[in-house]
């Protein structure tokens, strides 16, 4: 894990508000990985879909 990379949502290879990839991006995991599991974790019963909003809402924005 390559944790020393802040937490921002991407400009680049963003889907919808570039949370996912931003996540994959400081865990050094695959953005493809990320969405994937995101979407098989909304078939579960939880607050995925109102965590995802909530980081789009908190998480800054890379940089231009």
Request: with cysteine.
């Amino acid at each position: 894990m390559q944790l020393d990379r802040p937490l921002v949502r991407v400009r680049r290879g963003r889907i919808i508000a570039g949370v996912c990839a931003g996540i994959a991006r400081r865990l050094g995991w695959s953005p493809t990985l990320v969405r994937t599991l995101f979407v098989v974790s909304c078939v579960l019963p939880g607050p995925q879909i109102v965590v995802y909003l909530l980081l789009w809402a908190v998480v800054p924005r890379e940089p231009a």
